[in-house]
Every structure is written in C-alpha cells, then in structure tokens.
C-alpha cells in the first residue's frame, strides 16, 4: 500500500517516550487505518487494534476492556517494561470516552506504563469536543485530508483529468473501469455510513431528512453562491437559516461539504453572509451527477465547475493543518472565486478554465479595496493565462513566500 507523506510525522510522534495521546482524525476512505497499521509494523512494538466503528454505539466498559488487553502487552524483563501500542478506530462512536480516557491515561502515567495510544475519528467536531472538555495538556492531533492529485498520480499512476473527475478516494481506485460499479461503492460504503454513523448517529439532528437533501444539494451547486432563503426554497422544507448552517458545519466537520463565508474583512459580517458550497472531494460531486467520465470531458461547463471544485478542494484540505481560512468574495458583480487568509496575508484566487482568459476586474476590485487594510495581498491566476491547473495541485501550500 502507497505510504503518505503524513506517515513520517505519525511514526515520529509514536517511537517518542510516552507523553501525549496521538489522535489523527480525517473523513472516512482517506487512509487512517493503513496508516496506522504502518506505523504499527515500522515501530514494531506489541500493538491492540480495536475498532468501535460499528452501527450499535460502544460504551465507557468496551473501552476499558480494550485499554486493559493492550496493558497486558507490555511486558515487564529485567526491570523495565516493554512499550506496547493500543490503536481505536472510530473513536466518536464511544458514549462517554474522553473521561475515561482521563482516567486511564492518568492510571498508566502514575505508575509508568509505556502505553502509547493512537485514536482514529472520522468526526473532528465530536471529537475535539471530548478532547478539549477533559483531556486538555494529554493529546495531540493530526490531521489526514483527502487525497491530493499528487498521491493519486504517484499511487495509481492517475492523469489530471482522472483526479478531477473521480477526486481523491484510494478506496474506490481500482473500480473506475466500471462506473456503475464505482458510483454505488461510493454512495454504499463512503456517503451512507459518513451521514448515518458519523452525523446521525452521534449529534442530535432533528431534521436528517433535510441534512441529507442540503448534502445532495451543496455537491449539486459545489461553486457557487446560494443564500440560505434560495436553500430553504429548493429544499422545500420550512427549515430556517440557523438550521441550515448548523447542518453545513456538522458535514463540513467530516469532511463532506462546506458553506465558504464571504471575506469582508469584519469576521462579524462574514457569517450572515451567503455561503459559497463546496465539496471537500470532486468524488462527491460526480457520483451524484448524470455525467460519465467521457460525457464531463466534453461539456465545457460542467468541466468547468468540476476544475473549479478540484481547485476548492485542494484549498480545504492544505489549510485543515492550520495554514489559513477558505473564503469568497463578492461585490455586486464583482468576484473573487477563493480569498486564503493567514494572518495578515491574504491570496485572492480566480479559476479560469476557459479557451481564453477573461478580464479580472473582480480581482483589481479586491486588491484595490483590500490591499491597504490586510499586511499583504497576493493575486494568483489558476488555469487558462496563469499557473497550470496540475501545477497548483501538487502545490502542498499556497501561502509561502
């Protein structure tokens, strides 16, 4: 199995001495486990892999038991302990885990144990939760995005048209001679079990028939602005705005779709503004479309958003370590496709993927209105006049000097 750069850093954390619990957290499909099973086998210590990732919730007692088999792993010879590893898979699926976490972790720090702990959670909101309310100064959190075009290339030897139609799911790689086949793997086995088990099953949502029609909608019009009024009325449902929005930040949160806020340089202002919808994955846009791979290439339009959406996604998954925050701008008629924030630098972004390359005036309004308030502004043309569509996604950062 192809080994992603990310392995580096998870190995470096675990072959330390005992000191924080290690979490890596990222959607469903995107390689947790094999990594962690990598890591396992590099590190080459006693290792209890257990996963709660089943349709009935586990409780504080599962989870002890499994802590108590991978105490039994370390060995005492000779005066000292042997390490062991305990890896849980599916960590949000736990009711009550993070005080007793608490307290077993604290139990192995007073008596020694070298214990080291490895949790996996497809739920970054539920789970961050947990760590923040009990386990503050006990963990450390890594985060796996979606694959990148540059890992789907070097893995499976993919071209870019590949990577923008079928995105960045390893899983479903090797089915996309059929289709058919590799549709209903990813609506079976990534969308249903992400909203079932993941969002439903774990958070109060009062209305998960709408969650799952604003899912379906926000991967139909990933791109483009729709407030939350036109929402409501496409979804016909008497739903209200703040309903809407608490459902985007709960799909956003496992890595499905997002609600981009408009910049406007008053974080006050950008949250009752109209998000701009954007998938996380091109998979989720094409799976649910009429489209074949063959019929995408040759409608100019609908490419166009894809590359547009692939271009978004890329954004969203190198700024989940902290490098910046993914927004939109407009003013009237005046837009500016993606506006990345770090600190006081900002990048306005425009995708053209057209035969010829338009006027930008939505991003000379951006700078002109903009460029004296933030510490830098930078301008970046992707696609057809500027920087090659391929070469941006294999850019690992956008933001560097």
């Not at 720090?109 to 702990?117: D, E, I, K, Q, R």
């Not at 290439?297 to 271009?311: D, K, N, P, Y």
């Not at 954004?315 to 925050?325: D, F, R, S």
Request: charged share 20%.
């Amino acid at each position: 199995m192809y080994a992603r750069p990310l392995l580096q850093k998870l190995l470096s954390r675990l072959a330390e001495p005992r000191r924080h619990i290690q979490v890596l957290l990222g959607p469903r499909q995107v390689g947790k486990t094999t990594l962690a099973r990598q890591a396992a086998q590099r590190l080459n210590v006693p290792t209890h892999f257990a996963s709660a990732d089943e349709p009935a919730l586990k409780g504080e007692a599962w989870i002890a038991q499994q802590w108590e088999i991978a105490r039994l792993l370390c060995h005492k010879t000779e005066g000292s302990t042997t390490p062991a590893l305990l890896v849980i898979d599916g960590l949000q699926k736990i009711l009550g885990w993070s005080e007793s976490v608490k307290r077993l972790w604290d139990e192995d720090s007073a008596t020694g144990l070298p214990l080291n702990v490895l949790f996996l959670g497809s739920s970054p909101l539920l789970v961050q939760k947990g760590l923040t309310e009990s386990l503050a100064g006990r963990f450390e959190v890594l985060r796996a995005p979606h694959w990148s075009f540059t890992e789907m290339q070097e893995a499976f030897g993919w071209s870019l048209q590949q990577f923008i139609y079928f995105g960045g799911y390893p899983g479903s790689a090797s089915l996309v001679g059929d289709e058919e086949r590799w549709r209903r793997y990813l609506l079976d086995s990534l969308i249903e079990p992400t909203i079932a088990r993941d969002v439903l099953l774990t958070t109060r949502v009062d209305k998960p028939i709408l969650l799952r029609r604003l899912f379906h909608l926000a991967c139909q019009y990933s791109g483009q602005i729709l407030s939350y009024q036109k929402m409501v009325g496409q979804l016909q449902d008497a739903g209200n705005t703040t309903t809407l929005a608490g459902y985007l930040d709960l799909l956003a949160g496992v890595g499905m779709v997002a609600g981009l806020q408009k910049y406007a340089g008053e974080h006050v202002r950008q949250r009752a503004s109209s998000p701009k919808l954007h998938v996380f994955n091109t998979a989720l846009m094409t799976a649910l479309s009429p489209h074949s791979f063959a019929e995408a290439l040759h409608h100019r339009q609908w490419w166009g958003r894809l590359t547009e959406s692939a271009v978004g996604a890329h954004l969203l998954n190198i700024t989940q370590e902290g490098q910046g925050e993914v927004m939109y701008w407009r003013e009237r008629n005046l837009e500016v496709d993606f506006v990345v924030q770090q600190g006081k630098t900002l990048l306005a972004l425009e995708v053209k993927s057209g035969a010829s390359a338009e006027k930008l005036s939505g991003m000379q309004a951006f700078g002109k209105q903009f460029g004296q308030q933030a510490g830098k502004v930078r301008m970046l043309l992707v696609g057809t006049g500027g920087m090659a569509v391929e070469q941006f996604l294999t850019m690992p950062a956008i933001l560097q000097s």
